[in-house]
């Protein structure tokens, strides 16, 4: 048995200086800002699209059907949103996030359509909709200033690209919003959090939208634009590491990846445009290996490794687009490729992502896209995982593993360590339920409650959200603690095993002395060592749990599994007492999300006080 052995620092260290020559970043100039003081009033578009991108996407539509289907796509969601009803404020709960995003995409997709038809039924629409958000009392920016970052993006890019035809009075309207709803909060720090200290989604939400914005109006007003410029960028870049790890692995999972990646690659391509460099934010690390991190994170039925606040279904990964021309890497959109030719990018209904996209798939050959040669893929990271593919053929013939260690005080974190999702012959056989509706919870709990990441916590009586209803393991029913890092040891990648071990000590401190967990692929077999060892003085109940969409019996010496297509066995070999074989129901609390089709099957066991055991846990196909 070969075990590969990571020493991520040195790796990183080595990989951070060297750059690959497909590597599009312009050096950072020694005065940064010194571009800033071209833009002027003459210089129009030039925010994500300008004059001569528009020239290219037009120029493109005939040879790359992908060109032309993405901006059918965008002008036919502007042509729904004529009709649309009238923007109005309206507060949920604490947020006005709603009605933010749906101004980015109607402004966006109505600014994209006038300027690719030049019919002024788009731009009258577009003029009512800017004076609609801009006559608001305000963005909310006290209250929750990711509206704020939404709505810059939104009035940012039509200001800029309507400008030549947009009323003086839709203009004056944009640049006194901006400056009085937004940088005004900004300046005078009245906002729900400071996104720039932010290592998550908020910093690149607000960041990018705030920049958009001041790219835009930057002749209004140049010295507060330069000053919201540089501090976006100086905090955006510090916060990248931790966003993005070394190794391109989101902290805060598949769906809040692609929100923030969104406007991550938005604000990246803005500076390129207006500023001809996007000062050095994608020369960090992970930055340049995220996109091949997201491809290795789709699973089976069009479903991917939901851990954290991630959703359960896969969907259109815009940015990959833009990261596909940015690292010349067009590989990584091997499976949104197939999300294209099933239907999925002709119903995408965010078009605040989708010029820039338009643009990325004009500026790249993506024939001959064929499926990684590497069935693993591993990173370290604030949550680090380990991702296994079969033959990438997202068939009943290919298999699925993904496995997390990480931590649970992350941004939309939960108490997941340890935990694996697994697919094969058509079923998903352990799962992880991923997020719930935040507002229910938010109405039951007190205000903002849920967002404490303590062990504590209200946030841990949510039924998704503590270890308890996780495909891990439980001693002596602890919570785990969210504040303690539990590390991947090591990956396993050999020819007959693919996997990785994870160090489950940490978070089952003060119940045994020491905890490891081995989670690997072998052929047709999925296999879960656990090695407990016990301290002198206490007995360790282990409760072994897998959450699955599988139906669970129990039999005479294992779990029967019905999956959709095939059965699945799950038994367990061990030194210690004979176990106890055990199905949970899944229903929560009142506020908890409805867990139906979820089912939760393992094992109970007791390991004496100063004692070892290990218990593999195999799951074969029957």
Known sequence: MVRRSIVYAIIALAAASILPSCYKADPVPEKPYEANMKLSAEGHPRVIINGEDLELIRTSMGSNPYVKKFSDRIVARADAYLGASELAYVLEGKRLLAVSQDAANRL?????????????????????????????????????????????????????????????????????????????????????????????????????????????????????????????????????????????????????????????????????????????????????KTGKWMLFMEGMNRRMFSFSDGGIVSVCQTPLWYLAWKFDDPSILYYELMKVEAGMYDTLSQTKDMPLMVLSA????????????????????????????????????????????GAGNRSHAHLDMGSFVYDAFGTRWSADMGSQDYYAAETYFAPNSIWNYDQNSVRWKMFRYNNYNHSTITVNDLLYNPQIM?????????????????????????????????????????????????YGNIDAKVRWNMVTTAVPEV????????????????????????????????????????????????????????????????????
């Not at 629409?125 to 704020?148: K, M, Q, Y």
């Not at 940490?506 to 072998?522: D, F, H, N, S, Y």
Request: aromatic share 10%; hydrophobic share 35%.
């Open 108 to 288: 966006v997709a109505l600014s994209y359509a006038y300027r690719m038809t030049g019919d002024r039924k788009y731009l009258e629409r577009a003029e009512r909709d800017i004076t609609a958000v801009c006559s608001f009392p305000d963005w909310n920016g006290p209250n929750h200033f990711l509206d704020v970052g939404e709505m810059c993006y939104a009035v940012g890019v039509a200001y800029d690209w309507l400008y030549s035809d947009l009323s003086d009075k839709c203009k004056d309207l944009i640049v006194s919003s901006v400056r009085g709803f937004a940088f005004d909060c900004v300046f005078k720090k009245k906002y729900s959090q400071n996104f720039y200290e932010s290592s998550n989604n908020w910093n690149q939400v607000c960041t990018g939208g705030l920049i958009v914005a001041a790219l835009a109006i930057y002749e209004n007003c140049p010295e507060d634009a330069d000053r919201i410029i540089a501090d976006g960028i100086a905090g955006n870049r510090a916060m990248m590491e931790s966003i993005y790890g070394e190794d391109g692995n989101s902290r805060e999972g598949y769906g809040y990846w692609n929100y923030g990646t969104m406007y991550e690659v938005a604000m990246m391509a803005a500076l390129e445009s207006a500023l001809g460099s996007d000062r050095g934010l994608s020369e960090v690390p992970g930055m340049r």
């Open 362 to 405: 004009a500026r790249i050959d993506v024939d001959g896209v064929k499926a990684p040669e590497e069935k693993l893929w591993a990173g370290q990271g604030q949550n680090p995982v380990v991702l296994v593919h079969g033959d990438w053929t997202f068939s009943d013939s290919d298999k699925f593993l993904g496995i997390k260690a």
């Open 486 to 534: 539990v590390p991947l040891t090591e990956v396993i990648d050999t020819p007959d095993r693919k996997g990785g071990v994870i160090d489950m000590t940490p978070c089952l401190r003060g119940a045994v002395q020491k905890a490891t967990r081995t989670i690997t692929l072998e052929g047709d077999n999925l296999v879960v060592k656990d090695e407990i060892n016990t």
């Open 555 to 622: 039999q005479d010496g294992f779990i029967l599994l019905r999956g959709a297509k095939k059965n699945m066995k799950l038994s367990v070999s061990g030194n210690a007492a004979e176990v106890s074989y055990k199905t949970w129901s899944t229903k929560g609390e009142e506020y908890d999300a409805d867990n139906t089709g979820y089912y939760e099957a393992g094992f109970e066991v007791t390991v004496p006080a100063g004692k070892k055991d290990t218990f593999t846990t195999v799951l074969q196909p029957l």
